[in-house]
Structure formats: structure tokens, C-alpha cells
């Protein structure tokens, strides 16, 4: 694939998932926690209109993250006001630990973007599943392109791409649909290209997180307690 292939391709997947995280927030109630998980050059805080009281993770190369930052700044970009944007190194040994200090809350909704993250094996991307599984409260969307070439990776007898990515997502509690490039150029009145070196996919959360299984546990223990006190009132 050529470099204006290539650029053609990033563009309509940015453009989907603009439009797509937006009509996302839009319809949902009280989802103000976004988590982008990108390569350290992404412009969504800066460029997206976000609801007043966002609270903006970037996950991403620390020293990547710091040159294109100040790189906007220096020529005015800003933040839209009342919101809060705040990043956590990729590099960090335990980036669900950070992410909870700096002030995420897995009990409530947030919306999750992959595109451009680093991911070098299919590891990589499993620790990245393994995180919005855990945080990601159930009916929350993760939304993102990841390198075809993944599918490769599989030992064995090679599946089809929607066959892998079922499996793959499944296995962390998301179901996924792939979005096809073409589609997205023809609602977009673009053309479309041949070839595509990444996959665009939607996937929902259809388990509770862990900050919900927790107060789950919590209530659990709580009446079966209270059960116990009257039991011990009517001896």
C-alpha cells in the first residue's frame, strides 16, 4: 500500500470514529470519562467538541505525548473549558492503578478509542482488551483500528478476520463488529482504496466491571449481614 493509500485509509477511520464517539455521548446519560488510547500525537482533546465536565485520559508514549503537546500549545491550542485532560505514560508497569489515582471510576460509564496505540504483539493487544474489560462498565463501547496483521499471529490454522476477532474480543467479555472501509467512504461520499492494514471495529461491553462486581459484593455482604442480625433477634 502507498503512503496516500495509507493516509486515506487513517482519514476515514479518524472521521468514523469522530463521528462515532460523538453520537456515542451524545445519547448516553452521564458519560463524561473518555479513555484514548493513541501513539502520543492525537488532536481529539484539542479539536472535538467535548460536553462540559469530560474527563480526558490519554494513554500514550510519555516522550511522544510531551513533544506534540507542547507543540500544540505553542501554537494556541487549548482544551475546551471545564474540561480535564489527563495523561498516563503507556510505558507505566500498572496503567489500570494510574489510571484510577488520576481519577477514573469504573462504576461509572466511559468511552474507550484505540487508534495509533503502540502494539507490537498479540500480547500487547490482549494486555489492552484486559484493561477495558476490567474498567469498562457493561454497555460501555470501545471503538478503534488495530493492524490486520494480528490475525496473523494466530498459531495454526488461520481464521477468517470476523472469526478472530470474535474469539479474541469474546474471550474479554466484547462483542465486536467489524466496520468496512468502504462503507464508511460511501457515507462519507469518499472513494474507497484496496487493501486495508488495519481493521475498524465497535465493541460493546456485555460484562460489569470490576469496580461494579465490587459493590456488587458489597450489597452481597451487606443483607446477607443484616440477614443474620434478625436471624439472631428472633432467637
Known sequence: MDVIQSLHQHCLATKFIDDKLLSIIEKADGLNQVVLLTDGMDTRPYRLNWPAS????????????????????????????????????????????????????????????????????????????DLVSSLAMKGCFFLGELPSWLVETEIGIKPTTTKWMDKVFMSHGLRVKIIEYDEVAINLGKESSEGHENILFVAEQLQLSDDQMEIWRREFLRIDEEGDEEGFEEL
Do not use: Y
Open 54 to 129: 469530560t474527563l480526558l485520559f490519554d494513554i500514550s508514549p510519555d516522550r511522544v505525548f510531551r513533544s506534540s503537546i507542547q507543540k500544540l500549545e505553542d501554537v494556541g491550542a487549548k482544551i475546551p473549558r471545564r474540561c480535564l485532560f489527563l495523561h498516563v505514560p503507556s510505558e507505566t508497569s500498572d496503567i489500570q492503578q494510574v489510571l484510577r489515582s488520576k481519577g477514573f471510576n469504573g462504576a461509572r460509564p466511559s468511552l474507550w478509542i484505540f487508534q495509533g496505540f503502540p502494539t507490537m504483539t498479540l500480547a500487547n493487544f490482549k494486555d489492552v482488551l
